[in-house]
């Protein structure tokens, strides 16, 4: 009998350690690949591209730069939220993002395709803005301030 329940022990623990694989193991980790700053380089179905910068943290705060057209840079704040590959957030007024994104990369590049009904996907490659054009950005509290934001 202590010979049949050694057996069984051991092969619990065989069992055990093969099924605690890696956690990544088991599809993308996004909340960890989205931490960093990155910047706009395409939309679908757009002929030019705005200058949006964002810049996801780990405490799933999030600052977003955008500039239309000449002049300074306007800053948005807020949090974000990660469910599988589905991001979404809010800005800092409590405005809702305009869609939903489901995340996926490509190397280094980052692809948010909305799920709002248009299916538009922007692509981002990682890069800061500048301290200088941070600086003198100008702070957007109110979603009445400002017109559109990016996301």
Partial sequence: MKTISKIILAI???IAAFSCGDPQS???VVSEEI???WH???VSG???TPQVYVDFRQDLSFELYQKVGEGRYRK???TYAVSGTTLSGKYSDGEKWGSDYVVSFDGEKMLLTAQ???EEVCTYEKKALSET???EAILVTKSAQDGPRFL
Avoid: I, Q, T, Y
């Fill in 12 to 14: 619990s623990v065989v």
């Fill in 26 to 28: 088991d599809g993308p």
């Fill in 35 to 37: 931490v960093a700053e």
């Fill in 40 to 42: 706009l380089v395409s």
């Fill in 46 to 48: 757009l002929s030019s």
């Fill in 76 to 78: 948005f704040d807020g």
């Fill in 116 to 118: 709002n009904g248009s």
């Fill in 133 to 135: 054009d941070k600086a």
